[in-house]
Nanobody, 121 residues
Framework: QVQLVESGGGLVQTGDSLRLSCLVS????????MGWFRQPPGKEREFVAA????????YYADSVKGRFTISRDNAKNTVYLQMNSLKPEDTAVYYC??????????????WGQGTQVTVSS
C-alpha cells in the first residue's frame, strides 16, 4: 500500500526558510513524478512544484520560482521542498503527491495528509 507522509511544517516569520519532507513507502519511484501542492485558507489547492524521479527534471509554479526548490533522495525514497524567503501568501496546507508523467499539474493518484505552513508578517 502506497503511503506518503509529510513533515516539516510550522510557524515562521516573513523571510524565513522551511524544508518540507515527504517519505514515500510501498512504491519504488522510478518513472514516477512527485509533486508538491498547497491549499491556502479559503482557496482551492494549487500546484507548487514537481520533480521527475528518474531524470530529476523540476517544474515550478511562477509564484515560487526562485524561492522554492524541490529535490529527491533516492536512497531514502523522500522528496523535499526547500522554501526560502517565505511570504505571508505562502501560508497554506502543503501536500505531497505521487503521479505519472507526462502530466505535471494533474494526474496525481496518491496524496499525503498535509502539513501546515504559516508565515507571519
Amino acid at each position: 500500500q502506497v503511503q506518503l507522509v509529510e513533515s516539516g511544517g510550522g510557524l515562521v516569520q516573513t523571510g524565513d526558510s522551511l524544508r518540507l519532507s515527504c517519505l514515500v513507502s510501498g512504491r519504488t519511484l522510478n518513472n514516477y513524478r512527485m509533486g508538491w501542492f498547497r491549499q491556502p485558507p479559503g482557496k482551492e489547492r494549487e500546484f507548487v512544484a514537481a520533480i521527475t524521479w528518474t531524470t530529476g527534471i523540476t517544474y515550478y509554479a511562477d509564484s515560487v520560482k526562485g524561492r522554492f526548490t524541490i529535490s529527491r533522495d533516492n536512497a531514502k525514497n523522500t522528496v523535499y521542498l526547500q522554501m526560502n524567503s517565505l511570504k505571508p501568501e505562502d501560508t497554506a496546507v502543503y501536500y505531497c503527491a505521487l503521479g505519472s508523467p507526462p502530466s505535471i499539474r494533474t494526474g496525481y493518484n496518491y496524496w499525503g495528509q498535509g502539513t501546515q505552513v504559516t508565515v507571519s508578517s
